[in-house]
T-cell receptor, first 115, second 115 residues
């Protein structure tokens, strides 16, 4: 069983460009989460899906950010008109529907650098 | 609102010695879960240990134990017999009663193990 995978691992872009990150959760995990982690800080919750439904969005998720999980499997996180403040690690995590403890299984993250 | 506080930005420990990483939390929920994750330089968040608020015994997982003091709202991580591979960032996190299962993280502690 493979873990959570994220692509690309690293992305360097110029301010104003659009970027998209992909997350493939552990198979049969019906909940998927996106977090953002800036340097020296802990991960901050952005949004989560149960199957294909986006159930919660943080106030951190401005209108330049959009996340989708069209078939309830992989998810994408798109950032439009990137700004230097968007530079961060974007972490994806998943969890099965019936989770005893609720530990999230994380991917290795996608690091974004906006020049 | 839930909050996690980690007051130690950085810690040193000698190899083979024990170390305690501090974590305090704040929540109005009666039922909650507390987690510790390790983040090596590769970026992946690795689950270490979980403590439920109603668990009477402190959780242990190998060399990791969680010193849970409910009245003081503290959930310190104890690592025994430190190894060089334990050098990493360590994050305390909590989950409340809502159905989202999302975790709220502290700002982390960087642990360096000296040979």
């Amino acid at each position: 069983d493979t873990g959570v995978s994220q692509d690309p691992r690293h992305k360097i872009t110029k301010r104003g460009q659009n970027v998209t990150f992909r997350c493939d959760p552990i198979s049969e995990h019906n909940r998927l989460y996106w977090y953002r982690q800036t340097l020296g800080q802990g991960p901050e919750f952005l949004t989560y899906f149960q199957n294909e439904a986006q159930l919660e969005k943080s106030r951190l998720l401005s209108d330049r950010f959009s996340a989708e999980r069209p078939k309830g499997s992989f998810s994408t996180l798109e950032i439009q008109r990137t700004e230097q403040g968007d530079s961060a690690m974007y972490l994806c995590a998943s969890i099965p529907g019936l989770a005893e403890t609720g530990e999230l299984f994380f991917g290795e993250g996608s690091r974004l650098t906006v020049l | 609102a839930q909050k996690i506080t980690q007051t130690q930005p950085g810690m040193f420990v000698q190899e083979k010695e024990a170390v305690t990483l501090d974590c305090t939390y704040d929540t109005s929920d009666q039922s909650y879960g507390l987690f510790w994750y390790k983040q090596p330089s590769s970026g992946e968040m690795i689950f270490l240990i979980y403590q439920g608020s109603y668990d009477e015994q402190n959780a242990t997982e190998g060399r990791y134990s969680l010193n849970f003091q409910k009245a003081r709202k503290s959930a310190n991580l104890v690592i025994s017999a430190s190894q060089l591979g334990d050098s990493a960032m360590y994050f305390c996190a909590m989950r409340g009663m809502d159905s989202s299962y999302k975790l709220i993280f502290g700002s982390g502690t960087r642990l360096l193990v000296r040979p």
